[in-house]
Structure formats: structure tokens, C-alpha cells
């Protein structure tokens, strides 16, 4: 049986005795090492005593170096510069580690990270209001991470130094999806956050933004997803088709809720949800590459005309659209941005085409850097 001794090193306030490194030891008898405990003074058979030495020996080491060093700044938040109308959210769901949602912030023209949001269970996106001080954030918890009670609340965050400041909480039934606009929206005078539920009943939480508190539910039976047309009114999409009109109070009660005819063909070409807004318009595509355009009225919302993203001849060679979030529209220009690719039915990400949002006209092809799930575009 062998033991490793450390080299004695000169008095000071370091710790290298205690922990030196693997060099300056050498091996020894276990007789030897007994001489040399007694040549230190120390009990020779007395191993608990040994021990207790070393331990004080370490402790005093430990709290000399402590000592020495300076204390590391804790909380310190640096706040953010001036924001960019070409600042993105990217919202990440965090697939493989669904209790660990994340917000990112990204300056788009420099790629740079600015800032993060954690986001918890299941995150489906951050919501911006238009005055762009504060981020609300719709979010689920458990009481032992992955497991126990569930609590969904909305987290209100400052959107300069990117820390909550409120929360408000909310029926555990938000619905676990994929990051889409339609799960969480502002109406148009951001007064009233509504939040997409499936129990698997459908329905809606409304937030009020100005007394920060949950004023009720609203039932959508039968619909999905929710889409603002006005300060007061928001259309959900129905299953047969059809779509669910909502309008509120003031106080963020139902009241009006209509169906319109059914125009989707949800047998042989629906839409998707992936809707993008311009103006007063929503535009949607079909899984065969028709653009649905749904223009919100003051009595409503009515489906314009359709067009084709796509020629006779490319449907022939199987384009279609595809993605997590496969359409963008340019408010300014009126471009329409998609995502493309040839590959069928099934397939998704590939290329992006960009369309003039008005007269349907195809303008060009964008060859992205390798898949591509999303497309957004700023100002």
C-alpha cells in the first residue's frame, strides 16, 4: 500500500500544499509516511486527528484566499440602447427541453444577440405592444419543473432591461403549441391580451392590460387560434370551414360572436394557419399554394378574391409552401414573402419566393441558407 505526499511549499497565503499539482508529489511507504506525520508532530496511529488537522488546515487556506479576493458584481443589468425597428424576437420552444422555453432578442442588421427571456414550459411567443415598453409573455409552470400543480400566468417584462415586473395569473389551460402568432395576440388598441386554450375544449383567456388582471374566458367551440381585426374584434378559424367573428366590451366581455358561410374546402385543400396581416387584410395560404385573403369589415370579416402562388406548371412539378411560419409580409412594399419548395405533399423548408401582396404578381426567388422553418420581416 502506497500513499502521496505533496512537497512542502513556502509559507503564504496561497493553498498549494493543500492541492498541489500532480508533479511535485511523490510516492511513499505507508511506514515512511508514518515517520513523517510524527516528525510533524502528529499522532501517529491517530487518523480522525489527521484528518481534523487537514481539514482546518484547508479551512484557514480557503478563507485567506476568500479574503484576498475582490467580491464579483451580482445583478448588475446592463439596459438596452435605443430600439431598432429591425430588432426580431426569435421565439424558441426549445423542442427537445419543453420546461425551458427562451425568448431571444436578435439585432437583424448586425445577427447580434442583445438579450434573452426565459420563457418556461411549452412557449408558444412573446407579444410587443406598439409602445414598445413592456413584453408580455404567456407562460406555464410546475411546481416540480416537469411535474406537480401547474400554474399559467403572463409574465410582464420591462423591455429595456428585459426583467419581469408583474405577473398575471391565468386558468392552467394554454394551449401547447408550436411558437405561431395566432396562440397569443394584442387587440389593435392593446388593451385586451387574448390567449389561445385546448383542454381539449377551445377557448379564449382575456388579459386586461391596463388593470393588469384576468377578466374571463371565452368560449370558441368548434375554432381555433385567434387573429385581431380591430381595437374590440378578432375572428377565430373554424373547423368546418367557417370562420368565428368575436367583437368585446370595453370591460373584455363577448359582446357579439357570428359565423361566417364556410368558403375553406377543408377536405381537399385547407388552410393553413400561418396567417400574416397587412393593413386590414389576413392572408393565408392553402396547403396547395392558394392565397387566401380575408379582409375584416366593420360588419365582419369577408374572403376576397384568391390567387395563385404558384403556375399551372409548377403545381405540375409539385410546389408548395411549407414551414413552421411560412409567410411574411412587408407592410410598406406590400411584399408578400414565402417559404417554397418542390417536394409534394408531407415535404416542408426549402427556397422563399417574394409576391406583390395586392395584385398577386410572383417578383422573385430568395435561396435562404440551408432549411428554412421561418420567415420574418421587419419594417
Known amino acids: 500500500m502506497t500513499v502521496r505526499l505533496p512537497r512542502k511549499s513556502?509559507?503564504?497565503?496561497?493553498?498549494?500544499s493543500i492541492s498541489p499539482a500532480p508533479s511535485a508529489s511523490r510516492s511513499v511507504s505507508t511506514s515512511e509516511h508514518r515517520a513523517v506525520r510524527r516528525r510533524d508532530g502528529i499522532q501517529p496511529r491517530g487518523r480522525p486527528g489527521a484528518c481534523a488537522a487537514l481539514a482546518l488546515a484547508a479551512s484557514v487556506c480557503g478563507g485567506t484566499a476568500w479574503a484576498q479576493l475582490p467580491p464579483d458584481p451580482a445583478g448588475t443589468i446592463e439596459p438596452l440602447p435605443s430600439a431598432s425597428p429591425h430588432?426580431?424576437?426569435?421565439?424558441?420552444?426549445a423542442f427537445f427541453a419543453f420546461p425551458d422555453g427562451r425568448a431571444f432578442l436578435v439585432d437583424g442588421d448586425s445577427g447580434k444577440m442583445l438579450g434573452m427571456l426565459s420563457t418556461g414550459y411549452s412557449f408558444t411567443g412573446v407579444v410587443a405592444p406598439k409602445a414598445r415598453g413592456l413584453i408580455y409573455s404567456p407562460e406555464s409552470y410546475f411546481s416540480r419543473g416537469s411535474r406537480g400543480t401547474r400554474t399559467d400566468v403572463v409574465t410582464i417584462y420591462d423591455a429595456t432591461r428585459l426583467v419581469p415586473v408583474a405577473e398575471i395569473e391565468i386558468p392552467p389551460k394554454r394551449a401547447s403549441v408550436m411558437p405561431m402568432p395566432g396562440a397569443q395576440a394584442l387587440t389593435d388598441d392593446d388593451r385586451f391580451l387574448l390567449i389561445y386554450n385546448y383542454t381539449p375544449a377551445q377557448s379564449l383567456t382575456v388579459v386586461d392590460t391596463r388593470s393588469r388582471k384576468f377578466v374571463g374566458e371565452i368560449e370558441i367551440a368548434g375554432c381555433a387560434l385567434v387573429y385581431p381585426t380591430g381595437p374590440r374584434t378578432f375572428f377565430s378559424i373554424c373547423g368546418d370551414?367557417?370562420?368565428?367573428?368575436?367583437?368585446?366590451?370595453?370591460?373584455?366581455?363577448?359582446a357579439r360572436s357570428a359565423r361566417t358561410a364556410a368558403f375553406i374546402d377543408v377536405l381537399n385543400d385547407p388552410l393553413t394557419e400561418k396567417g400574416v396581416r397587412r393593413g386590414d387584410t389576413w392572408l393565408f395560404a392553402s396547403f396547395e399554394g392558394v392565397l387566401h385573403p380575408l379582409r375584416s369589415t366593420p360588419t365582419g370579416v369577408e374572403?376576397?378574391?384568391?390567387w395563385p402562388l404558384f403556375t399551372p406548371q409548377e403545381l405540375t412539378q409539385h410546389w408548395r409552401t411549407?414551414?413552421?411560419?411560412?409567410?411574411?409580409?412587408?407592410?410598406?412594399?406590400?411584399?408578400?414573402?414565402?417559404?417554397?419548395?418542390?417536394?409534394?405533399?408531407?415535404t416542408h423548408k426549402d427556397l422563399g419566393n417574394i409576391y406583390d401582396a395586392t395584385s398577386g404578381k410572383y417578383l422573385r426567388s430568395v435561396d435562404p441558407l440551408g432549411l428554412t422553418p421561418t420567415v420574418l420581416v421587419t419594417p
Open 87 to 93: 430588432w426580431v424576437w426569435v421565439n424558441d420552444v
Open 322 to 346: 411549407g414551414g413552421l411560419q411560412h409567410l411574411a409580409v412587408h407592410g410598406g412594399s406590400g411584399r408578400l414573402f414565402a417559404i417554397v419548395h418542390q417536394g409534394g405533399p408531407e
Open 241 to 254: 370551414g367557417a370562420l368565428l367573428v368575436t367583437t368585446l366590451t370595453d370591460e373584455g366581455k363577448v
Open 10 to 16: 513556502p509559507a503564504g497565503p496561497g493553498c498549494s
Open 303 to 306: 374572403a376576397a378574391p384568391t
